[in-house]
């Protein structure tokens, strides 16, 4: 077994809820080389002798990623580990550095579409995953003071914010938000519509 | 008070994915650990805290552990729902050092109950039947929430 | 308890079927039984230490018995089973799994009653009504059982062909700055977080907006 090295270089890629493992291919000449990956969570170091658990969809693979969001699915700390196996020989553990909590994903803006249909404004947001609600804040152009905010939890289609006034203009813009976590993405950029109708009418 | 944030539709869809498998290694219908004889719905709201932190207690240190089985899906159900529950105990914890999280005598005695129920079977059926009445706890936090 | 040798073939996918609450257990005649089969039923609150006979479903023919009284305490959860009987001879008895009336019901989506004035229209939803013994009884709407519900409300321009959601949990909705003369198409979807409980789109009740005075 001591023939087969360990990978190298293994490190968790975390974005938007959403986990991978991944390390360095270990080369044999003219082989294929397998992977096997297990994980452990603070409740297994604590309260099960520090068992692992495999991750069968990551077993005997020859990638160099696994997506180990199904198994990440707690906000405590966790340590993967990674074997290379080539027929009945197999590598030792690499095991990631200190600990992975999920607390930790790096969240991005979420995409933001704002349309106008009459005096109606309506926003499209793409769904992240079942973890994201998504905090909407929109005012009217010139009245920044005051902001109204709505908090969307399913993003299906064309979700209603609010009416508009007479050919005012209306800003938008979002932030995703991971309850699991109590953390906020920073807001998308800020996208304005004007309602239909003229604003003169009133000057009458 | 004590708010602990908690992903209970995590916990949920954790425990819903196993519900069936697990409740079906509990073939004892006359027994319950949780629910009887005493409901968890007629426990006070001002010792809701201190069982629910008791309970989250007993899960951890008792149930999960001796719920180990050939599946490998369920297992990795069970590691999540028991990494969520050890994440809650230790901010109900806190609670209870800011003494946010009385116990009165009615969850003392309510808590002896489930710890008798517990110990009147053997470890891994009621470790087993434990973890199939989940759903119980969730139901009553939810509604108590 | 005195009963035959039995080696009839059991009952067949016993499960309850609950909407709104409503709590009726179902099952399949055993394999290659044809007519002349009967049933009979009992039930068991879970953790409670004994089995309930089911005196309106003993000796019945048909394979579905209405346990919606027995089970209407959705605090409790609770377990059904069926025993065959033909020509002289019976079958196991066959339980059900489970039951969590909380989790396991289906909810009807909501009554949708709509009006409209020239530029707009006023939404009024109500929730379905818990499972109940008699239209006597004080009716408890799904709305107590479930404290999270919310709703979500489809609003289709159909000149435009444009579709709106609103995700609301109050049970009114007013839609201002309509287009007049025009046919808007509204359902209704309930929608409960934990546990994870939806309800389809009710059916569509179009309006035409009135026309411009």
Known sequence: DALLPAPQSISILSTNMKHFLTWSPVIIQGATVRYSVEFQGEYEREYANGSWIPIPECSLTTATLCNITQDISASVAYKLRVRAELGASRSPWATTEGFFNRATTSLTPPTLRVLADGHHLLVELADMGPSFQFRVLYWRKGQESRVQQKVLEEVSSVVHLDTMEAGAEYCVKAQAHVEAINRSSSFSPTQCVRAQGDTSMWLV | ?145 | SGELYCSLPNPRNVHFESINMKNVLHWSAPEGTGDGVFYKVKYAVYGVGKWIRKPECRNINRTWCDLSSETSDYEEQYYASVKAFLNGTCSDWMETTRFNPLTDTKIDPPMVSVSSTDRSISIILTAPEKWKRSPEEESVSLLQVYPGLQYNVSVLNKKTKKRWFFSISNNTLVVPWLEPGTVYCVSAQIHVTTPVLDSGFSKEHCITTLKDK
């Open chain 2, 1 to 145: 008070t004590c708010r602990v944030s908690m992903s209970m539709a995590e916990i949920r869809a954790g425990f819903t994915a196993i519900k069936a498998n697990i409740q079906s290694r509990d073939p004892i219908r006359t027994l319950s650990i949780l629910s009887h004889p005493h409901s968890l719905h007629k426990v006070k709201s001002s010792d809701r805290c201190c069982i629910t932190h008791q309970l989250f207690t007993f899960y951890v240190d008792k149930v999960f552990k001796h719920c180990r089985t050939e599946d490998s899906f369920v297992n990795r159900k069970i590691s999540s729902i028991a990494n969520s529950f050890l994440s809650v105990r230790r901010k109900l914890g806190q609670c209870r050092e800011q003494n946010n999280c009385v116990c009165g005598e009615e969850s003392t005695e309510k808590f002896k109950q489930i710890l008798a129920n517990y110990e009147g079977l053997n470890v891994t059926s009621a470790a087993m039947k434990s973890l199939g009445e989940l759903d119980i706890l969730l139901d009553w936090m939810e509604k108590s929430r």
